[in-house]
């Protein structure tokens, strides 16, 4: 199944622009999409959760700043190396002002946000006397941070979902958050969800504070499209991948933290580079100050500075416009699938979390059924996108307790598919397992340079699937 832009592409086009004016306050990025994403051509990209698009310009940025210089390891004293340094310290400088962090907050550099969880997982002071509250819709690299909990004895509790809409059920959280006589308290959530794409509201950063919580809040799929002032929000850490907001390099993503939280952490090696001294006779070691004691081995320092460019690239197009642009285009996308009907009016589509623009950002996640009520499997849907080169992405995207949710999973058809498992299980024989109930949907995301005909080609490529 090959689709194209359909011969009403115009007419459609026309009375998009006229639902959404707003839409061409935007057309700076049509232009750079032109100029900077010319390779996109015929690609349908709907996977910015993803990873984000990196635009020509970013590269070619990066790759004169490395022609012209001489760079070589940081911290020494020689002229490559205290070049490097230099751009080192800028970027990081960089990161805290585009995230308004001010000087309560560090950044760390790390090989992605799984990164920058792991450095909190395992260096948080769990024991038996801690809690670990997290929310049902996390990643998979949250939810890991339990196995460091639960060997150490602290207590592990999820905050459930609500259906339909996938937000987090507050007064649950509320009555959570008061109720723990814990002493060392973590929480964790995402800002936005990377299954349902619904915003969960950030003031619960400041109320558990409050409440003597130290607040993990994972940004990764926010901060592609959403400003984040964390002298507003107060998180004790944020986390986030940076090719996620623009593409390129991958292998980088930072811990931000509040100084004050960081000097709870108690890391459970050295490494090169954490260290202020090491001794092998002496058998000891001092942790270097700050940032530094979290940054193991050589840093990926030629990259680095490319994080500053990617920066400014999305500084220079505008946060405000690519939300206008995508809420646009969500809004659009939203009403267009709830409508396609099958021929007997059953619905083709079951969006997960919210139908309507309010609270939630432009992460798409749905089931496609036949007329018969019966789930098209999302291994198929995905096999017919990639023929019409439409890149999206299905599964459970590593975030399953909003799949178990969204899906009407329960805990006890999951225990015992657990309990019997003979080898190791995957998703598919999950869906086996539980009675061949669903247990994967189809993500489309959009982002950076997501266009009208993106959406459009995508409702095309659906209506496909009608009978
Ligand atoms: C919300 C969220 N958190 C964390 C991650 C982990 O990011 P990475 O795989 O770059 O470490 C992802 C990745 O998709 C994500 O969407």
Redesign the pocket.
Known sequence: MKTSISPNFENALADFIQRYPEYQTTNKIDELRKSDYSRLAEHVYLDY??GGLYGDCQLKQHHQLLRDGVFGNPHSSNPSSSAMTKLVDETREFVLDYFNAGDDYTVIFT???????KLIGESYPFNDDSHYLLAFD?????LGIREFARAKSAQIEYVPLELPNLNLNYSYLENALKSSDKTNKLFSY?A???FSGVKHELSWVKKATKLGWDVLL?????VPTNPLDLKEIQPSFA?M?F??IFGYPTGL?ALIAKKEALAKLKRPWFAGGTISLASVQGDSHFLDEGCAAFEDGTINYLNIPAIKIGLEHIQSIGLDNIKVRLNALTDYLLKSLLELKHSNQEPLLKIYGPETIENRGSTVTLNFYDANKNLINHHIIEQEANKAMISLRTGC???PGTGESAFGITQQELTSCFAEAETRLTIDDLQLCIDGKNSGAVRISLGLVSNFSDVEQFIEFAKGFLS
């Open positions: 959760t993803g090989p992605n946000a799984s990164g920058a969880l996390n990643h998979n690299s949250v995402p936005q969800s990377n994972d940004v990764a799929a926010y986390v991948s090719y996620k993503g995207f590593c975030n």
